[in-house]
């Protein structure tokens, strides 16, 4: 389980995170949401050990990795880009790190096989990275980050490059491969849609804080203040009394508990105008 407490990164004395408390249990998706300059890669980093955190602790299993150097925390980092080596095949990719630990080489082929059809890539062992197409190629650094049997997978908006039908597709596979695989990770995104898809949670962040964090569900159907429901693509929310006017105009029963969510025609993740919820 990865808990983050108090932490803080400044850059030239700025606060880039500021104050940031979060946890991810064993085998969740947690999305960090933002929009660009809220500090969500900054985050990213510094749990990975590659920004110095100015106040704050992070920890896997309650041990405090403030001594512990990236390599050997035992995560794996996932750009936007993939960063593969374009002269090496898919197989020799997806290998790397277990070639690198002196894995045999007949169980490293084994799992890269296996991992290779869990991506949707059977068949392309021994096709060079020029040869795929953006989405392949995400599907290949997705399946070498899972080679090296991470205890965390960082992602950092991994489908950001691809064209909006691409990253719904690949988001819905990305969420069904990280469960297949059980891997507990850490996603951050820009991307609404991409963190409600992909994640079991989702932490909302603004000016370098997080503003609100709590299931999938309850952050999207209760938006924390108007900048969030903004963000989201929300028009209004109304509930109590005002909900059940709105119900009522409707020619709908009133239900306690219920909120009202309004949107912009074609905006946020539905494409009616309006949603209860």
Known sequence: MLELSDVSVRFDGTLAVDDVDLAVADGDVLAVLGPSGCGKSTLLRAVAGLEPLATGRVAWDGADLAGTPTHRRGFALMFQDGQLFDHLTVARNVGYARRLRGDDRRAVRARVDELLELVGLGGYADRLPRTLSGGERQRVALARSLAAEPRLLLLDEPLSALDAELRVRLAADLRRILTAARTTALLVTHDQDE????????????AGRVVQEGPVADVWRAPVDAEARDFLGHRRSYDGADAARILAAAGLPAEPDVTIVVR?????RD???GTVS
Not at 264 to 268: I, L, R
């Open 195 to 206: 963190a409600f898809s992909v994640a079991d949670r989702v932490a909302l962040m603004r």
């Open 264 to 268: 912009p025609a074609g905006g946020g």
């Open 271 to 273: 494409s009616g105008a």
